[in-house]
C-alpha cells in the first residue's frame, strides 16, 4: 500500500491516430480560409460561430455522448485527441468549449428528458455556448458562501444577486450556475445550493464586460434581478448541488487545456533558434520538452481512466497543478531563452508578440476552475493529511 | 492498491521484506544483509531477468523488469540489480551468455568511450560505473573500426579505482587496458551507445520513481505522528501543500518512467519517439528527485538529516542516480538538439505521437 498515484500508460488506438490527421486536416483548410491565424493567439474576436458549426458538423463536439442526444458515443481518447489538436493550432474554441467538456455531461446527469433533447443536439451541432457561474464577489475559491437567492415562486424561483468573472457570459445561450435556496445548516455549511439551468439573453440577466489585464473582455459580471426559472431547469437535488460538484472536477481539471494554454511561444522559440541550438538554447528547450511530455502522459492517462469509468479527482488534480503552474512558468522561460536569439531570425517579432501576451495571459492560469491552493487541498485530502 | 498483478514484482518485493527492508538494513552497520538479499535474487533468477533461458538467464519481460526495477527503487535497494539487469540484456543483444554473480555495464556515462583494437582487445577508462568492485563481470560496449561490439569481460582484468556516489553505493572508476574479452560479438545494426544509454536511463528513471513513491510514503506517514505546537504538523496547511507538491512529483516521476518503460517493451527500434520518453523521463525524474527530496527531507526536519533515520536511503541514491547513464542536463541538451534539428512544426506531432 502506497499513497502514491500511479498514472497508467496508455496507448492512443489507432482509430485516435486516424481521427487526428483529419481534425489537422480541417484546421488546416480553416486556417487556408483565414478563419483564424496560429500564430495569433491574442487576437481580438475569439469568438466565431460559423467555425463552432463546422466542427459540430464534423461530429467533434459531445462526442462521447449518447447518439439519442446528438453525440457520437466515442471514446474519452478520442475527445482528449480532438481537443489537443485544437487547442494546440489556437483554433477558436470558445463558443462550445465549454459546453462540450462540462455544461454537456452534468446536464445529461442531473436534467430532465425533454431539457436533454432539446440543448443536447444544439451543443453537437456547435449552434449554443454555456457559461458557468460560480464565483460571487464575495465567494470564489469558497463555492458554499455563495449568496445569490433562487427564491421559491409559483412553478419555479426568482433569481436575485451577482455571479463574477463569468467567462463568455456575454456571448452565452445558457449558463449552468448554483444559487442559494436554503441556508447552510449547523452541521453542513455546504448545504442549502441547488444548481440550476439558466437561459440567458433575457430581461432580468443583465451582463457587463469586464477587462482583464491582457486587453481582452473575456470574463463579466451578471446581475440577477427577480429573473424566474421554470421548477424543470433545476439540476440535481434542492440544496444539494455539493454532492455534485466534485465528479465534475475531474472532466474540467485533467484536460490538455491545463498545460497548452502558453504552448504557442515554446513552438516559436524552436522556430527563432533554427536547427543548430547553442548548448544553453538546446538544454532549456529539452528540459521543457521533457516537462511537457510528461504532463501529457499524465493527462491522457486520466483520460484514460475516465473512459474506464473512474473518478480520478486527485489524479486530476495534480495534473492541473503541475500543468498549471508549467504554463505560467513557460513564457518566463521562453523569454530567459530568447534573449539570445539572433537578430536575424526571421520570426523574431512574432515571438516577441506573442511572448508579449503570453506573460499577460500567465497570472490567471493558476487561479481559474480552481486555484492552485485549492488544488493542493484537494491532493492533501487525497493524502489522508485532512 | 495493488502494486502489480505480476509474479515478476510479487517475488521480489517479498525478498526485499524479509531481507532488505529499509531501517534492518540500516541498522546493521556491517552489511551483513548483503550476502542472503543476493542469494536470494539470484535463486529466484531476478538478475538476469533479461535474459532469455537459452542464454542461461530467467527469460522474464522486458515489461516485468522494468516493474522489479520500480519495485526495488521502492526499497532503495542496494545491490547490483539493476547493473546486473543491464549487464545481462546488453550481453544478450548480442547472444552472449551470462554467467552467473554480480555483472555491471560500461560504459556508465555517454562521454566515456571503451575501444577496441584489431585483435579485440578492450581499452578505455569508464567513470561512474555503478559497483564495479563488486562485479565478477563487466558486460562492455566497445567501438572498433568496423562498428560497435558487445563484450564479457573478466572484471579482475580491469583496474578499478573505487569511489562512492553521494548515496554511498560505489561508484567507481575502472581503466581496461588491452584487455581480452571472454567472449566478444558484434552489437546488432543500429545498436549504439545511445541505445544503452537510454536503456540504462530508463532504468535509474524507474527506480528514482520508486525512491519517490517510499520518500511520499514515509513523510506522510511522519507527517501524521510529529506533533509541533499542539498539533500534528499535518495539519498545518503550508505543511500539506508541501506534501501535495511531494504526491505530484511522485506521480511525475512514476508516470514519466513507466510511460517510457512501456514506450521501449513495445517498440521495435529506438526512434525519435522512443528517445523521447526515454530522454524525458530521466530528465524528468532527476528533476523529482531533487524537488521532491528536498520537501521529504524539509517535512522530516532534524530527524531526516540523521544516520539513523531511513529517509537519506531514497533521498540520496535518488541524487546518486541522476549521474548514471547520462545526467538532466546531458538529456536536455541532446532531446533540445533534436527537437531543434526536427524543427519546430515538428515538434507537436512528436510529443503527440503516443
Known sequence: MTAALRFDPIRLPEKCEQLRKEVRAFLAEEIAAGTFDPHKPNREDTD????SRRVGAKGWLGMTWPKKYGGQERSFLERYVVTEEMRVANAPTRRFFVADRQSGPVLIKYAPEHIKMDILPRICRGEICFAIGMSEPNSGSDLFAAKTRATKADGGYLINGTKIWTSSAHIADYMIAIFRTSQPT??????GLTQFLVKMKQPGIQVNPIGQITGQYEFNEVVFTDFFVPDDHVLGEVDGAWKQATSELAYERSGPERFLETYYVLTELVRAVGPNPDTRSAEGIGRLVAQLHTMRRMSVSVAGMLQAGKEPVVEASIVKDIGTVWEQQLPHRVRDLAAFVEETATNRETLERQLDFAIKTAPKLTIQGGTTEVLRGIIARGLGLR | MA?????????AEKIFADLADPQTVNNDKKDTWQAPLWQALSEAGLPLSWVPDDLGGSGASLADGFALLNAAGRFAVAVPLAETMLAGWLLAQAKIASPEGEMTVLPAS????????ADGALSGR?????FAKAAKHFAVLAHGKDGASI?????????????????YDHSDT????????????????GFDQTTMMLMGGVARSLQIAGALESMLDISVRYSNERVAFEKKISKFQAV???????????????AAATSAADAIANAKSFNDEVYLEAASAKIRCAEAAEKGGAIAHQVHGAIGFTLEHILHRYSLRALAWRDDFGSESHWAVELGKLVANRGADELWPLVASR
Open chain 2, 174 to 189: 575502472v581503466t581496461l587496458d588491452k584487455v581480452q574479452p571472454l567472449t566478444i560479438r558484434s552489437a546488432p545494426s
Open chain 1, 48 to 51: 466565431a460561430p460559423e467555425f
Open chain 2, 126 to 130: 569508464a567513470r561512474g560505473v555503478p
Open chain 2, 110 to 117: 555517454p562521454k566515456d568511450r571503451i575501444t577496441r583494437d
Open chain 1, 186 to 191: 449547523k452541521e453542513n455549511r455546504r448545504h
Open chain 2, 151 to 167: 563484450a564479457l569481460v573478466d572484471a579482475s582484468k580491469g583496474r578499478i579505482e573505487t569511489g562512492l556516489n553521494v548515496g
Open chain 2, 3 to 11: 502494486e502489480s498483478d505480476n509474479i515478476v514484482v510479487e517475488t
Open chain 2, 240 to 254: 500539506q501543500h508541501n506534501l501535495a507538491r511531494l504526491a505530484g512529483e511522485s506521480a511525475a516521476a512514476l
